[in-house]
């Protein structure tokens, strides 16, 4: 039950924490977020844990982000997720797959996560390569 509360607190203290300038392409972050398209429509996310210590996240609340001039600016997404944080052990990875909105315009995209890195401290934004959108 204790764990259960922990981790409650956990994910209620993540749903308050302000907002973090993602990290993208920089070789000296540990955990990475990179893309895969899986089809027209669907994109598989992976994170790896390349830190030597496991890292809280939860894929399903990563963020679609258009690039309009110099600026990332969200996608409006009608996901649902639970506000579960899982666990990723060192050297291991994790993948969701994401569902692209429809009708999204011609451009450079990404996707930004939140990890807990490590695990139960803040939390640190990181970003996919953008990739285009035909």
Same mark, same amino acid.
């Given at each position: %039950?204790?764990?259960?509360?922990? +981790?409650?607190?956990?994910?209620?203290?993540?749903?308050?924490?302000? *907002?973090?300038?993602?990290? &993208?392409?920089?070789?000296?972050? &540990?955990?990475?977020? +990179?893309?895969?398209?899986?089809?027209? !429509?669907?994109?598989?996310?992976?994170? !790896?844990?390349?830190?030597?210590? *496991?890292?809280? #996240? $939860?894929?399903?609340?990563?963020?679609? /982000?258009?690039?309009?001039?110099?600026?990332?600016?969200?996608?409006?997404?009608?996901?649902?997720?639970? %506000?579960?944080?899982?666990?990723? $052990? *060192? +050297?291991?990875? &994790?993948?969701?797959?994401?569902?692209?909105?429809?009708?999204?315009?011609? +451009?450079? #995209?990404? #996707?930004?996560?939140?990890?807990? $890195?490590? %695990?139960?401290? &803040? /939390?640190?934004?990181?970003?996919?390569?953008?990739?285009?959108?035909?």
């Amino acid at each position: %039950m204790k764990i259960f509360i922990a +981790g409650l607190a956990l994910v209620v203290a993540a749903c308050t924490l302000p *907002p973090v300038a993602p990290q &993208a392409g920089n070789s000296n972050v &540990a955990v990475r977020l +990179g893309t895969e398209r899986v089809s027209a !429509d669907v994109i598989r996310l992976t994170l !790896d844990n390349g830190a030597s210590t *496991p890292v809280g #996240y $939860n894929l399903c609340t990563s963020t679609l /982000q258009r690039r309009t001039g110099s600026e990332w600016i969200a996608v409006p997404s009608e996901d649902v997720c639970t %506000m579960q944080l899982h666990s990723l $052990n *060192p +050297g291991r990875d &994790a993948t969701f797959e994401k569902r692209l909105p429809s009708g999204l315009p011609s +451009g450079e #995209y990404r #996707y930004v996560t939140s990890v807990e $890195n490590p %695990m139960g401290t &803040a /939390q640190t934004a990181i970003a996919t390569e953008p990739f285009p959108i035909r």
